[in-house]
């Protein structure tokens, strides 16, 4: 059984058409008292990540959320 506090974090990835819905996909997840930490978006590359990205911080007992949200 895991943890319900255990920490996650996920990548969303997107391309230049999806820009505006991951955009308003990370103020949603900017309101949510779930999200722990959302990160920037990145237009381009970054460290391994290939694509544009960005990353949402959150416990394991918000996961099944998070996955419906995206």
Known sequence: MTNPDAPYHAHIYFDAAERPAAAALRDDFADDPAILFVGGMTDGAAGPHPVAQ??????ARSQDAVVAAI
């Not at 960005?54 to 416990?59: D, G, N, P, T």
Request: proline share 0%.
């Open 54 to 59: 960005y990353e949402v911080h959150f416990l």
